[in-house]
């Protein structure tokens, strides 16, 4: 379709964008656009990594009864005042309390029952005498008490877990596996969670073949794909990627036209004159920013189809990636209730060399970090993704710094979660 | 079955462990018995966080072609020699190289072939003449060049970001999203990755409710499946939960002689009258440790079935969980290929307040931390998981200390990868 527009028009687009945005106006308008999804219920043995959509409150005891903190004997404390190696105390043992059975009946002044940690105390019991302070008698019915225990000793009272009505957890709390444990012990079966964002992965590019095939010729295997679904799902989006888009103005529509909570299209971003996705959501939504002065990334392009937010990322892989990360997940995790910030660990150390940048554009620099001395690769272009799997992260050189003298202290991002 | 045993029997085990291994002791076995699981073929779209099991290199070079990194005109850099905006020189256009679709045919000196970022260098061509320095003229077979650029500007040498037999990452990395792109664009669809550590968990409890269902009576609801299941699940263990087992010798025996690798038993797990499985694992196979020197966790055992890790977890939830983490979260890690260190991040801060701790025990203590202040929660016992969901982290206070005075730096462990 593109042959339609003048040869003039063509060489126009090819001078470059008109005026760039900068990162933070980008992100200013990003910032607008993003709300939290909807809530819906996930089965509690699910839910771990998923975001809370309402605080949860407890409606019962946990536990809902007093409950043997040792094994040994449920007594009336009264008993085994004065009790000692020297006197020991006897006492009548009337039955058995263990865990999810429990004695049916009362203790009295002089009688015990035996318990088991976790076990319900019986009526009339306020105390556990430990097992090792019990002394044993010929008749099985009988012990003596080697020691006085105070009331509430060695047990645990009703509700010491969780109060009933206490909030137990807030509103956009990313579950721990342990917050599931307490969810479960609450007799929540189900958790109220943020929605996760629904992500159509739009992979463009008459050059490429699908992910994994070995290349041939002039064309290329997509690594876009297979990063760009690993990276949504990271960030807590579904991705939906039914495979790769020719450069054909109808079949970019209709992805951009999908169901989804946000589009991600990578390849023809940029003003070249196969530069179809631009121009479309120009057409049938809003472009909002096209252009951003950062490198690399810089054909990137936000915008809104509808309720859909789209983002044309680069096909150049390495500035896929930074566009992804600096815009396509931070929505993602916005839209999922999660936080914005990157999902990267930081680090500091010293720059091994001089890293120049000019003023006006933001730079995103792989680096080697080793005994806390900051590397910076030297790599060539956008293309080469190796880059980024053989640096252990990225800095930022911000827009309004020339860069950094060689020793000076600059914040590292972590690749990998745990190194 | 244990109404067998005799009650004098019954009294000397309620009585407590008859030695304490300490924490080192119990891992030193552990790390013993612990080695990398077989490799196995995972699809590339669902590699991301699993384990590199051989070395990946590449058998291509990426691009398999030199290639543009402009938008603009390939020419044999000759042709542009002395251009300037007042000394144009002319070009003849002889045809179009996109991404995907290559000129057939080779450039002379004085033509020029419009080429897209990405797509193939044609034969003659050595550089690329980037849009902004061609001079349109009314013949659209026609350009001039504005200014001279030199031989191998503008454009990606075969070869750059991958050369053929280079090692791309090594063994044991733990896959990140662009190690998927470049995978993928070396040709492998099928990732060599260790294998996921099959994890048999056994929750046992006669007092048990399946999780999430609400407590009644003296029965509670299971917290400690759905916990270590999302555990298990974090360190790239598979779970097979298949539900809760009552407190009786052939189900628990059952379990342990599962195919698994591990198992994880939960509950019933020390010396008093209804733990059945540390006396089920000596008799067939080896209890190595039972009763470790901590608080909580002091009721844990490791062993074997054959060749089956067996972990013995006790049944309050926090001393689950801290048992879990460390022992069968790093016996599964390890299986799988990870690291044995725990999968939290460290932050140091300053004790609020005094941590006091016998000697000969190691403490786990559930704190909050702000402003690097750290805070150690005052709870109760090992039954209090909600200690763990309203603690930020845990420090340890390791058996040769005797605590730490208020102000001390310490070590945190975040329970949250991102705070």
């Known amino acids: 379709m593109h042959r339609s527009r003048s040869r003039a028009d063509d060489d126009v687009r090819m001078r470059g964008f008109a005026k760039r945005h900068t990162v933070a106006q980008a992100l200013a308008w990003l910032d607008m656009q993003v709300h939290t999804l909807a809530a819906e219920a996930a089965p509690l043995r699910n839910a771990a990594g998923r975001v809370l959509a309402a605080?949860?409150?407890s409606e019962v005891d946990v536990p809902g009864f007093d409950r043997a903190t040792m094994d040994g004997y449920a007594v009336a404390a009264a008993s085994?005042?004065?009790?000692?190696?020297?006197?020991?105390?006897?006492?009548?043992?009337?039955g058995e309390s263990m865990p999810g059975r429990e004695f049916q009946g009362a203790v009295s002044l002089g009688e015990a029952v035996?318990?088991?940690?976790?076990?319900?105390?019986p009526e009339g019991a306020d105390a556990v005498l430990p097992a090792e302070f019990a002394g044993i008698e010929?008749?099985?019915r009988r012990i003596t008490a080697l020691a006085a225990v105070s009331p509430e000793k060695n047990l645990g009272k009703r509700g010491e877990d969780i109060a009933r009505g206490t909030v137990l957890l807030d509103?956009?709390?990313?579950?721990?596996?342990?917050?599931?444990?307490?969810?479960?012990s609450i007799g929540v079966s189900k958790v109220e969670v943020v929605r996760r964002p629904r992500v159509r992965l739009a992979i463009t590019g008459n050059e490429l073949l699908p992910a994994g095939t070995p290349p041939h010729g002039a064309r290329i295997a997509d690594a876009n794909g297979p990063m760009l679904e690993a990276l949504i799902d990271r960030d807590g989006g579904v991705a939906d990627f039914p495979g790769l888009i020719p450069d054909d103005r109808e079949a970019i529509l209709a992805a951009l036209q999908s169901e989804a909570d946000v589009v991600v299209v990578s390849g023809g971003s940029?003003?070249?004159?196969?530069d179809l996705a631009p121009m479309l959501v120009a057409q049938h939504g809003e472009l909002a920013v096209h252009g951003i002065a950062m490198r690399p990334s810089s054909p990137t392009g936000l915008g809104r189809m509808g309720d859909c937010l789209v983002f044309l990322l680069p096909g150049n892989p390495v500035s896929s990636l930074c566009a992804y990360d600096f815009f396509a997940g931070r929505a993602i995790r916005a839209l999922g209730g999660r936080g914005k910030q990157w999902p990267y660990r930081s680090v500091r150390g010293r720059l091994s060399r001089k890293l120049s940048s000019p003023i006006g554009r933001l730079d995103y620099a792989r680096v080697k970090i080793a005994d806390g001395s900051v590397d910076p690769l030297a790599v060539g272009g956008a293309s080469v993704l190796s880059s980024?799997?053989?640096?252990d992260g990225f800095m930022i050189v911000p827009d309004?710094?020339?860069?950094?003298?060689a020793g000076a202290e600059v914040e590292v991002w972590l690749y990998d979660a745990h190194a």
Do not use: C, K
Request: hydrophobic content about 35%.
């Open 55 to 57: 605080s949860a409150a």
């Open 80 to 94: 085994t005042e004065g009790a000692t190696p020297y006197t020991p105390l006897p006492l009548t043992v009337v």
């Open 114 to 121: 035996r318990i088991m940690t976790g076990a319900p105390m």
């Open 138 to 140: 010929s008749d099985p």
């Open 171 to 184: 509103a956009g709390r990313v579950l721990r596996p342990q917050d599931l444990g307490v969810l479960s």
């Open 270 to 274: 940029s003003v070249g004159i196969e």
């Open 388 to 391: 980024t799997t053989r640096a």
């Open 400 to 405: 309004d710094s020339e860069g950094f003298p």
